[in-house]
């Protein structure tokens, strides 16, 4: 069974990074390309982007410049930076398989707040 | 970027009667080379994350319920929820996968009344 966990600080300061950890289990790393997507409290989800086990990623544009990825496949865990995070960061954060064709198993989320 | 405009943005209707729920994709989704449309659908209910339903346009997901219905082709698609139950109170995506970024529709709110 597929088992995805998102974990981090609720809440990030702004300009601050936001960094987050999203624990998978029950699968092995290389069957899957991993997804960031978040959801602005009443929004439609956004995707911010998604890597491979063996870190080639792919990034929504518009947080191109502001997102870091990472894989490690000793600790079944993918990650996620955002940098310089303002107001409109905050967002519920899913980490979610991603197979070519479906968006099949997600974790719960984690919210994240921004405030100083 | 794909645009995805769903419509309506909300609908109520009373158990056992079917919705219809829009999806217009602002460039085609159809990959010709596999006659396959890249779009999925998603249903989430509160404090929850998405689950898939549909992808492929019409193809359910692991243990989707037959009452749930895709279909549509190009830039125009349609979930079909058949017989509604309560369960079924939830908002409704639509997503593109042909190309990146992968881009969702706005959602539609589905109330059982």
């Known amino acids: 069974q597929v088992h995805l966990q998102e974990s981090g600080p609720g809440l990030v300061k702004p300009s601050e990074t936001l960094s987050l950890t999203c624990a998978v289990s029950g699968v092995s790393m290389s069957r899957y390309y991993w997804n960031w997507i978040r959801q602005a409290p009443g929004k439609t989800l956004e995707w911010i982007g998604y890597l491979s086990h063996s870190g080639n990623t792919n990034y929504n544009p518009s947080l191109k410049s502001r997102v870091t990825m990472s894989v490690d496949t000793s600790k079944n865990q993918v990650s996620l930076n955002l940098t310089s995070v303002t107001g409109a960061d905050a967002a519920v954060y899913y980490c979610?398989?991603?197979?070519?064709?479906?968006?099949?198993?997600w974790g719960p989320g984690t919210q994240v707040s921004v405030s100083s | 970027d794909v645009v995805m405009t769903q419509s309506p943005d909300s609908l109520a209707l009373s158990l056992g009667e079917r919705a219809t729920i829009n999806c217009r994709s602002s460039?085609?989704?159809?990959?010709?080379?596999?006659?396959?449309?890249?779009l999925a659908w998603y249903q989430q209910k509160p404090g929850q994350p998405p689950k898939l339903l549909i992808y492929w346009a019409s193809t359910r997901g692991s243990g989707v319920p037959d009452r749930f219905s895709g279909s549509g082709s190009g830039t125009d698609f349609t979930l079909t929820i058949s017989n509604l139950q309560a369960e079924d109170e939830a908002i409704y995506y639509c997503?593109?996968?042909?190309?990146?970024?992968?881009?969702f529709g706005g959602g539609t709110k589905l109330e059982i009344k």
């Open positions: 997503q593109q996968y042909y190309e990146t970024p992968l881009t």
């Open positions: 460039q085609d989704v159809l990959e010709r080379f596999n006659n396959k449309n890249y």
């Open positions: 979610a398989t991603w197979s070519g064709s479906t968006i099949e198993y």
